[in-house]
């Protein structure tokens, strides 16, 4: 068990640009979630699916940004013609959701780190 | 909608000096509460976690007790240390649906030795 990584780790990108970061979750893992976290805020939840389904979008996201599990293994989180506002570390978190039990504890990745100049 | 408020940083320490972080929450339903912490260079690790009124989370001499009727949720430590520098995230999930986190905006420690 290695673990959530994510990829990359830091990203720099010019406004209007599109880039895409890869989250691989904890292997046994159905749930996955994506979190950005703007500097001295908490993360804030953006969209999770289960297992290849996405359930839940937040508001936050806009229709620029969009999120896959194809095979219900890694994700992808794309932005499309990138802004300045979209300046953030992208968090990605997974869990071992079960129907029955309670408290599925959430694992974070390292994050990646956006800038856009 | 839910929401999680806790006390403002940074906070500065001499080494084991007593810790308070203070969390209050608003939530529909009972909800789980959680403390996140997240090193310097490092990603959130769970810290410790309540899952009903009056339950105590503890872990690292780290404690946090569910307190319902004052919707609060506050982390303390006897003795901290610098490694204990870092910043803590208070967080809630509610049962059922997607479980998202709910964040505070953090406190940032530094302990000085």
């Known amino acids: 068990d290695t673990g959530v990584s994510q990829n990359p780790r830091h990203k720099i990108t010019k406004r209007g640009q599109n880039v895409t970061f890869r989250c691989d979750p904890i292997?046994?893992?159905?749930?996955l979630y994506w979190y950005r976290q703007t500097l001295g805020q908490g993360p804030e939840f953006l969209t999770y699916?289960?297992?290849?389904?996405?359930l839940e979008k937040s508001r936050l996201l806009s229709d620029r940004f969009s999120a896959e599990r194809p095979k219900g293994s890694f994700s992808t989180l794309e932005i499309q013609r990138t802004e300045q506002g979209d300046s953030a570390m992208y968090l990605c978190?997974?869990?071992?959701w079960g129907s029955g039990r309670m408290n599925y504890e959430q694992y974070f990745g390292p994050g990646t780190r956006l800038t856009v100049t | 909608g839910n929401s999680v408020t806790q006390m403002e940083g940074p906070v500065t320490l001499s080494e084991e000096a007593f810790l308070t972080i203070n969390c209050t929450y608003t939530?529909?339903?009972?909800?789980?509460l959680f403390w996140y912490v997240q090193y310097p260079g490092e990603g959130l690790q769970l810290l410790l976690k309540?899952?009903?009124?009056?339950d105590k989370g503890s872990n690292k001499g780290f404690e946090a007790t569910y307190r319902k009727e004052t919707t609060s949720f506050h982390l303390e430590k006897g003795s901290v240390q610098v490694s204990d520098s870092a910043v803590y995230f208070c967080?809630?999930?509610?049962?059922?649906?997607?479980?998202?986190?709910?964040f505070g905006k953090g406190t940032k420690l530094t302990v000085n030795p």
């Open positions: 978190a997974s869990s071992n």
């Open positions: 939530a529909t339903g009972y909800p789980s």
């Open positions: 309540a899952t009903k009124a009056d």
């Open positions: 967080a809630l999930s509610t049962q059922g649906g997607s479980e998202k986190l709910v």
């Open positions: 292997s046994e893992h159905n749930r």
């Open positions: 699916f289960q297992n290849e389904a996405q």
